[in-house]
């Protein structure tokens, strides 16, 4: 009876991926939208009543891309858990901008931080590659087959707007933020998830050039 007993706790139990620390990383350099007011045909009103955004931060300085981001929002956050980069299994990069198409930013990071024990891999869905990544990690988890992952959402978007075009321009910039997942057996953490994509709009948000329709050259 006492075997049964705990074997109906451990079903009831489910093991599930928690959130166990965070860590951020934004660059110094704040572009406001008075400063927008002065590369686009826009206003600050215009901009705050239709995105609520007063500024966003970019990485200037010149050489540095999303990597850097991560690696610096990943070391935020093993500084303030304390937790040991050699126990980390994994490393996802959820981006749109890394900073080469081969090889992996998320395995540069790795690298960089000194999870050298991890396997790592860069996830692109745009604006949806963290959540598609806290999908991902969280499977990992919840099979048992891994304890310590690492999700890094990251973007250097400035390098890919066009700062004469004024409906996108005002809306992004560039940051990192990351999460470790942990293993939970009390019930805490990602409960569900509804995912779902739709490729018809495939005409309306795109970067043509550097793919293999289109590829890198003088041209493109």
Not at 37 to 55: A, F, L, Q, S
Not at 153 to 178: H, N, P, V
Not at 192 to 207: A, C, H, T
Request: include cysteine; charge should be negative.
């Amino acid at each position: 009876f006492f075997t049964f007993l705990i074997k109906t706790k451990r079903i009831m139990s489910k093991l599930k991926a928690a959130i166990t620390a965070v860590g951020a990383y934004v660059p110094d350099f704040i572009l406001t939208n008075k400063m927008l007011e002065e590369m686009v045909d826009t206003n600050d009103e215009w901009i705050t009543t239709r995105t609520g955004i007063k500024h966003r931060h970019i990485l200037k300085e010149e050489g540095k891309g999303t990597s850097f981001m991560a690696i610096k929002a990943a070391q935020e956050l093993l500084q303030k858990s304390g937790a040991d980069p050699k126990e980390i299994d994994m490393v996802i990069v959820a981006t749109a901008t890394p900073d080469l198409p081969v090889a992996a930013t998320a395995a540069y990071v790795a690298s960089e931080i000194g999870a050298v024990n991890a396997f790592a891999y860069d996830l692109q869905a745009a604006c949806s590659s963290f959540l598609y990544g806290m999908s991902t990690a969280s499977s990992y988890i919840e099979s048992g087959r891994y304890k310590k992952i690492l999700l890094i959402g990251a973007d250097k978007m400035s390098s890919i707007l066009d700062y004469t075009e004024r409906t996108t321009c005002i809306i992004f910039g560039d940051g990192a933020g990351a999460v470790l997942f942990e293993p939970n057996e009390e019930g805490l953490g990602l409960q569900d998830e509804y995912l779902r994509s739709d490729g018809i709009g495939r005409e309306f948000l795109k970067i043509d050039a550097g793919g293999s329709v289109l590829p890198a050259s003088l041209d493109t």
